[in-house]
């Protein structure tokens, strides 16, 4: 009998997930929770949205540096 490892399995609102091997570090799981824009972010990931960093810049685009 062989004894079988659990996953880490990382679910987000668009109902995409990622599975990870249970000997993966913090930073393998944050590195893997990625925003819509493709930058790390956790929040940005669970919530199908780009990182704060590219928000705050499309609104200043958008609103023209006000």
Do not use: F, S, W
Not at 26 to 55: E, F, N, P, S
């Amino acid at each position: 009998m062989a004894l079988v490892m659990g996953e880490i399995i990382i679910m987000g609102l668009n109902g995409g997930a990622k599975v990870l091997p249970m000997t993966a570090t913090k930073q393998d799981i944050v590195g893997a929770m990625l925003a819509k824009c493709g930058h790390a972010d956790a929040l940005g990931y669970l919530a199908d949205t780009y990182c704060k960093q590219c928000a705050d810049n499309e609104h200043k685009k958008t609103t023209r540096g006000k």
